[in-house]
């Protein structure tokens, strides 16, 4: 995990399920062949209503047409991030499309643990509610260690609740890494 994520912000509302994330007709795509998992990339997002893509401006989707990865860096969501299926391809599309980080007002638990589980992305929550104060392709800065947002467009700051013990993990890169270095599995040969 990086100490500072840098970029532009990306900005949904309420409710994004995983099959906005990810719609399941893609999830016939490998996750490790470099020519198949990009394609996650080029599709993240791309369920979500044209007039909800990259709030408040509407029509702004994540990754263009004829790319694998997006101008986007930072996904600032509503409530119940993530909600919806319990597959892991979600966080990973987001990954796979150059998203780094999630700030969410609340999150489903199993996409909030998918994310670290397999080192996806770092979800940060906040009890201040952002959809409305952060515009798509504001400049921002997320300080994972002192868990806090920064928005070099407007000057304003916020921040967000400490990641907690998950910052272990992400911090070793995902969950299998981090008990190999915990000594609860068997390094690798």
Known sequence: MKPLIEGKAYVLGDHIDTDQIIPAEHLVYSMTLPEERRLYGRYAL????PGQQGLPFGDRPLTQPDA???DYRIVIG???FGCGSSREHAP???QEA??????????????????VDGGFLVPFETRERLVERIRTGDDLVLDT??????NRTTGATFLLDPLGD???????????EYARRAGLMPQRS
Do not use: C, H, K, M
């Not at 980080?101 to 638990?109: F, H, L, N, P």
């Not at 260690?145 to 920064?150: E, F, G, I, K, V």
């Open 46 to 49: 791309s369920a979500v209503p």
């Open 68 to 70: 694998y990865t997006s």
């Open 78 to 80: 509503g409530d119940n």
């Open 92 to 94: 990973f599309a987001l």
């Open 98 to 115: 150059g998203v780094e980080a999630v700030v969410a007002s609340s999150y489903a638990r199993i996409f909030y643990r998918n994310a």
């Open 145 to 150: 260690r002192a868990a806090q947002l920064s």
């Open 166 to 176: 998950v910052a272990a993990i992400l911090e070793a890169g995902n969950v299998f």
